[in-house]
């Protein structure tokens, strides 16, 4: 039998790189490492460029998200909250250059609620690849991911309520974490590992770090030799009873939450989208400067 090399990297911009690093397994890997893979919006639709890279080739049963570095992903970039530099939009969204609330609430329709649901809806298996610090919105690249690997030493947090923020945009806390444990999470800001996150259930398994890369290839290529059709179909069955849950439209309603505490924010300080005085609360976490710490 004759085995053809498998396809060369492909850099998708200067956050994202597509391979194929196993027979039917694509991957995505965030190469900002840099910035702890702060995500902006280059960084989010180079990531949708490798989902519909996958996609659209037959060849392809499975799809890997990993990073590059210390840290899965740090969150949303703040710096560049908004900015619409670098966008190539993707949903029919309109407005996203309009002022005020009904622009902000576009543009993170856009971004956050329509484009990480897509990836959710992504028809084929995908798995996750997560080390270090998971916080915010890096927990929303990786929810939408139907499986989760993450290494001993991976952390994940949601602490945007000391920024006067419900929660991140992509509301599947109650879902990934239990009611309880999610307002606990959110009231508190606290810290959730990754044995705790495996007991929860919001993680597959728990590997050494060293061992990250090679058993998340390992449990996709097991899952690559199955039938397409079925694989198709067992996530759209689990996906559906989600749905029928109410989770599509809980989300969508918490994410008008999210929008309201922005605009809250913007009149209560100064036009800032989020309350400073959240960053002296999580600046132990995220390795914030001094000054950050001080602010507020």
Known sequence: MTHHPLPRPVKLGERVTYDVPAERVARATLTRSEAGNLADVHLF????????????????????????????????????LFSTDGMHQVTLEGGLNLGGVEGDMAWENEVFLQLHWRWRNFPKPTVSAVQGRVFAGGLMLMWPTDLIVASEDARFADPVTAFGISAVELFMHPWEFGPRRAKELLFTGDILTAPEAEELGMVSRVVPRAELESATLALAERIATRPTAGLKMAKKAVNQTLEIQGQWNALQAAFG????????????????????????????IWDLPKEWEETG
């Open 45 to 80: 639709y180079e990531l949708d460029a490798a989902y519909r890279r996958a996609a659209a080739d037959d060849s392809i049963s499975v799809f890997v998200l990993a990073a590059e570095g210390d840290d899965f992903s740090l969150g949303h970039d703040v710096d560049s």
């Open 257 to 284: 939450l999210h929008t309201l505490g922005h605009a809250h924010n913007r009149i209560a300080h100064g036009g800032s989208y989020i309350d400073p005085a959240g960053f002296p609360l999580v600046g132990d």
